[in-house]
């Protein structure tokens, strides 16, 4: 067997493994976000959204479904991959995959794959779920495939990052709390930036997810507050920083142990 071949068969491992975690305790993995979009889109959608009205020109229910569906993206892109991760290095178990014939970047694809199957998986069922309250349609495919595949991957990537850092399971729900949560929800996700003074507007300009949440809303409704393809462009340099990052501390590997 080559070494290509080998590679492929511990990617393909470590990838069905993080499948079937997914899948085993889906109440914990799938059905949360699932009740929370839900949520969003009955509070939100329905109750406030009929008195707002129109949004950047569609019905508000509209609008903020792409946003809220790139909102489920990033938290459980992130959280699969910093929770499987860590737990593993939590058990020792790690170590024995490290000293595996599997290469640093065998590693790490296979995780990444892992947060990227359960970010699409949470946005096919809340898109899903977002059908029986408002019509969809797709204004730009390859937008929106480009942008929710690189936001899935980067996210991936961020939670590895923080698993590798984090000494404890506490560790691992400071970054969701203290910084993703603030920036989605400043992210443009329930609010167009028209609507914002210029200051506003310039600040938001520097939260990330602003870029995401309207790349994505671009390829759904044909609209956005921010040039597109900026957006994507920063979006992949994001991922390729951050898998250099990620290489280079898998490969020192002394963040690894607690």
């Not at 889109?41 to 508000?60: A, H």
């Not at 992210?187 to 790349?215: D, R």
């Not at 597109?228 to 990620?246: E, M």
Request: some cysteine.
């Amino acid at each position: 067997m080559t070494n290509l071949s080998k590679q492929w068969v511990a990617f393909c491992t470590i990838l069905f493994k993080e499948i079937k975690r997914i899948l085993r305790i889906w109440p914990q993995t799938l059905l949360p976000p699932v009740i929370t979009m839900t949520l969003y889109f009955v509070i939100f959608g329905q109750m406030i959204g009929s008195r707002v009205g129109q949004m950047g020109g569609v019905s508000y229910m509209q609008f903020i479904v792409p946003g809220l569906i790139m909102m489920a993206v990033i938290t459980n892109s992130y959280s699969n991959v910093v929770s499987s991760f860590f737990s593993m290095k939590f058990q020792g178990s790690i170590e024995e995959l490290l000293v595996s014939p599997a290469s640093k970047h065998t590693i790490l694809l296979g995780y990444v794959a892992g947060g990227v199957f359960r970010g699409l998986m949470i946005a096919l069922i809340v898109s899903a779920v977002a059908l029986f309250f408002t019509k969809l349609g797709v204004a730009h495919v390859a937008v929106m495939l480009l942008t929710i595949l690189g936001t899935s991957v980067l996210f991936s990537l961020g939670g590895f990052i923080n698993a590798v850092f984090a000494r404890s399971f506490d560790d691992i729900s400071i970054i969701p709390s203290f910084v993703l949560t603030p920036l989605t929800y400043l992210g443009g996700v329930f609010y167009s930036m028209e609507n914002l003074s210029g200051f506003w507007q310039t600040l938001s300009l520097l939260n990330p997810i602003v870029y995401m949440v309207n790349a994505f809303r671009y390829g759904i409704l044909g609209y956005s507050d921010v040039n597109v393809w900026w957006s994507l462009a920063a979006i992949l340099a994001f991922c390729v920083i951050f898998y250099g990052i990620c290489h280079r501390l898998l490969t020192d590997g002394s963040k690894l142990r607690i």
